[in-house]
């Protein structure tokens, strides 16, 4: 696993940027694949759900092209998250100029290994000419689009929100990507910004130089936080900090809730003290049916102490959005143990007013379509949902037990 700075946090607040929030497949994929079809220099991609279809040869295509015209590109998947990318595919963009690596591989997985493979990098991220970047909950496949979706019901596409930023933060972006490029290939990507990127082998991190000219933009105010395995976990710490602050509001939507111990009680005091916490977690749509029973056996409590709980029920709600008071949070990480301490994460936060605004008009927007869960209807909810919490619960639990994972809060 990358090694940790040993500081609160990595990155700085940096002023002078520009963010759009951008709902669903129809929004973000178009805007990602009109800035790699424009690139003139460089696209770094990172991502960790890809899978062979409709969108995935679409982003092919367009990275092929780019590398045809002269732009450097570097793709870093997960090998496990992208296990479902065809052969076909995987050949289409190795006899390319681009350059396909994949995260952490699970060739001659031995058991005695297992806690090294159990690191995945979760995070997502597109970068285009160090002027442009996309971060969210997103990967490419099927699943986020509305044309392709693969049930023939365009209800049924999965519920995801991501972000255009631009400005200052970029810098702190193409920073993570670097380091994780030269961890996952020992390339040390050199950046030359007076011109064209170029590519050097060497270990030395002196070499790579990791500060572009970038432009103030804007005017909104954000800061780029990660997870990196249980020793860093700003993302967790950044999230509490703001919550036990909040005044008014505390929104949280995350499509697997299973939260620690220490996450839970800043909700319930939150609640207790009179702000408006409010939970969006999927319904009857999700990917991991387990999961969601492991986390619903956490409502009682609380529901009594005033937190309320929507269960979005359209289609599979798989956004990642926090929101307290003018604070957001964009990005890779769930509200659950296991992604804040296996997996590399990586947020974007935004402190404004007027983003915070459209933040939560997209909120409103979802609990409108959600179902609520009073705490007399959750006590007299039927016997097989106890079953289904008891058991996985019991599972989750085990799970922890197995891979030495200690709560720390």
């Known amino acids: 696993m990358i090694g940790h700075n040993p500081t609160k946090f990595r990155f700085p607040w940096r002023d002078g940027n520009h963010f759009r929030l951008l709902i669903d497949g129809e929004q973000f994929y178009p805007a990602m694949l009109d800035a790699i079809n424009a690139a003139r220099v460089s696209v770094f991609l990172e991502m960790y759900l890809v899978t062979s279809g409709a969108v995935t040869t679409k982003f092919i295509d367009a990275l092929i092209a780019a590398a045809d015209r002269g732009v450097m590109v570097c793709v870093l998947f997960d090998a496990f998250g992208a296990g479902g990318l065809s052969k076909s595919d995987r050949q289409r963009l190795r006899r390319s100029e681009v350059r396909l690596r994949f995260y952490n591989p699970l060739q001659h997985m031995r058991l005695?290994?297992?806690?090294?493979?159990?690191?995945?990098?979760?995070?997502?991220?597109?970068?285009?000419?160090?002027?442009?970047?996309?971060?969210?909950?997103?990967?490419?496949?099927?699943?986020?689009?509305?044309?392709?979706?693969?049930?023939?019901?365009?209800?049924?596409?999965?519920?995801?929100?991501?972000?255009?930023?631009?400005?200052?933060?970029?810098?702190?972006?193409?920073?993570?990507?670097?380091?994780?490029?030269?961890?996952?290939?020992?390339?040390?990507?050199?950046?030359?910004?007076?011109?064209?990127?170029?590519?050097?082998?060497?270990?030395?991190?002196?070499?790579?130089?990791?500060?572009?000219?970038?432009?103030?933009?804007?005017?909104?105010?954000?800061?780029?936080?990660?997870?990196?395995?249980?020793?860093?976990?700003?993302?967790?710490?950044?999230?509490?900090?703001?919550?036990?602050?909040?005044?008014?509001?505390?929104?949280?939507?995350?499509?697997?809730?299973?939260?620690?111990?220490?996450?839970?009680?800043?909700?319930?005091?939150?609640?207790?003290?009179?702000?408006?916490?409010?939970?969006?977690?999927?319904?009857?749509?999700?990917?991991?049916?387990?999961?969601?029973?492991?986390?619903?056996?956490?409502?009682?409590?609380?529901?009594?102490?005033?937190?309320?709980?929507?269960?979005?029920?359209?289609?599979?709600?798989?956004?990642?959005?926090?929101?307290?008071?003018?604070?957001?949070?964009?990005?890779?990480?769930?509200?659950?143990?296991?992604?804040?301490?296996?997996?590399?994460?990586?947020?974007?936060?935004?402190?404004?007013?007027?983003f915070a605004a459209q933040v939560a008009a997209m909120f409103e927007a979802d609990f409108a379509l959600s179902r609520e869960y009073g705490l007399d209807e959750w006590r007299a909810r039927p016997w097989y949902y106890r079953i289904q919490e008891w058991f996985w619960g019991g599972v989750d639990a085990a799970m922890s037990r197995l891979t030495k994972h200690k709560e720390k809060g």
């Open 112 to 354: 005695t290994k297992l806690h090294h493979h159990l690191s995945r990098d979760h995070r997502k991220l597109l970068m285009v000419d160090g002027q442009v970047a996309y971060t969210g909950g997103a990967g490419l496949t099927d699943d986020f689009s509305r044309e392709a979706d693969k049930n023939g019901n365009p209800r049924r596409h999965w519920r995801e929100t991501m972000i255009e930023v631009h400005g200052p933060l970029l810098a702190d972006w193409l920073s993570l990507f670097l380091e994780n490029w030269e961890y996952s290939t020992r390339e040390v990507l050199v950046v030359n910004t007076h011109g064209p990127l170029a590519v050097g082998r060497s270990r030395h991190p002196a070499s790579r130089d990791t500060s572009p000219s970038l432009c103030v933009v804007g005017t909104q105010r954000g800061r780029v936080t990660i997870a990196q395995g249980a020793a860093h976990v700003e993302v967790k710490s950044s999230f509490i900090n703001h919550a036990r602050n909040a005044q008014q509001r505390i929104w949280v939507a995350t499509a697997y809730f299973v939260p620690s111990w220490k996450i839970r009680r800043a909700l319930r005091v939150a609640a207790r003290r009179g702000v408006d916490v409010r939970l969006l977690l999927p319904g009857p749509y999700t990917d991991h049916p387990a999961i969601r029973h492991a986390g619903r056996r956490f409502y009682y409590r609380l529901l009594h102490h005033g937190v309320r709980i929507f269960e979005y029920q359209p289609r599979f709600t798989h956004a990642k959005v926090s929101l307290c008071d003018t604070w957001a949070s964009v990005g890779s990480s769930n509200i659950d143990r296991w992604n804040l301490y296996w997996n590399l994460e990586a947020n974007q936060e935004v402190d404004d007013a007027p």
